[in-house]
């Protein structure tokens, strides 16, 4: 663009040129050559597609002519000005964002996967505390949901006794533990 760009201003400067060697006579005839020809081609193309340098080439070629020979333009100088207020646009605001928290990435998504494929007997938590200490900000609660939504259960059953079990051998080895050591106050 910048190429073509700079072909079409070097190309205006030299037609400048070469206007200012000719005549006086043969201009208002080259003039009106043009003119027809721009009203011919008016009534042909309904909507112009002009490229960002031939915008540019205008709108600078629009700052040299006064405001009541703008007529001879193919735009308007609305246009003229939407063009300009887009430029601006572009140039000062800031890129949309989606709302909400961005997606996780794939990357992470395939590590967290990998970690409950390789350590089975890892929960969401474990994997979780394993991925900050290798420098990834992973919430358990997103380590939960990418182990769900694949299948894999976030906080696998651990080998050992139910609480059940847990509970009632705490029960037969601490009760009898737990009225020896009572005593009486007297």
Same mark, same amino acid.
């Given at each position: 663009?910048?190429?073509?760009?700079?072909?079409?201003?070097?190309?205006?400067?030299?037609? %400048?040129?070469?206007?200012?060697?000719? @005549?006086?006579?043969?201009?208002?005839?080259?003039?009106? +050559?043009?003119?027809? &020809?721009?009203?011919?081609?008016?009534?042909?193309?309904?909507?112009?597609?002009?490229?960002?340098?031939?915008?540019?080439?205008?709108?600078?070629?629009?700052? %040299? %002519?006064?405001?009541?020979?703008?007529?001879?333009?193919?735009?308007? =100088?609305?246009?003229?000005?939407? !063009?300009?207020?887009?430029?601006?646009?572009?140039?000062?605001?800031?890129?949309?964002?989606?709302?909400?928290?961005?997606?996780?990435?794939?990357?992470?998504?395939?590590? +967290?996967?990998?970690?409950?494929?390789?350590?089975?007997? !890892?929960?969401?938590?474990?994997? &979780?505390?394993?991925?900050? @200490?290798?420098?990834?900000?992973?919430?358990?609660?997103?380590? !939960?949901?990418?182990?769900?939504?694949?299948? +894999?259960?976030?906080?696998?059953?651990?080998?050992? =006794?139910?609480?059940?079990?847990? %509970?009632?051998? &705490?029960?037969?080895?601490? !009760? =009898?533990?737990?009225?020896?050591?009572?005593? &009486?106050?007297?």
């Amino acid at each position: 663009m910048v190429v073509s760009f700079g072909y079409l201003v070097l190309r205006q400067v030299l037609q %400048l040129i070469v206007l200012s060697l000719r @005549g006086e006579r043969t201009m208002e005839i080259e003039i009106l +050559v043009l003119r027809h &020809q721009v009203a011919v081609l008016r009534r042909q193309v309904k909507r112009l597609d002009l490229e960002p340098s031939d915008r540019a080439v205008l709108s600078a070629l629009a700052r %040299l %002519l006064p405001r009541p020979r703008w007529a001879t333009f193919l735009v308007t =100088p609305a246009t003229l000005l939407r !063009w300009h207020r887009a430029l601006i646009a572009r140039k000062w605001t800031y890129t949309r964002r989606r709302p909400g928290r961005p997606p996780v990435q794939a990357a992470i998504r395939a590590l +967290v996967l990998r970690l409950a494929k390789e350590n089975p007997s !890892w929960g969401h938590r474990r994997i &979780q505390g394993e991925l900050v @200490g290798l420098g990834y900000r992973v919430a358990a609660s997103t380590v !939960w949901s990418i182990l769900t939504n694949a299948g +894999v259960d976030p906080a696998p059953r651990r080998t050992g =006794p139910t609480w059940t079990e847990l %509970l009632a051998a &705490q029960a037969k080895g601490s !009760w =009898p533990a737990i009225s020896c050591t009572s005593t &009486q106050s007297g």
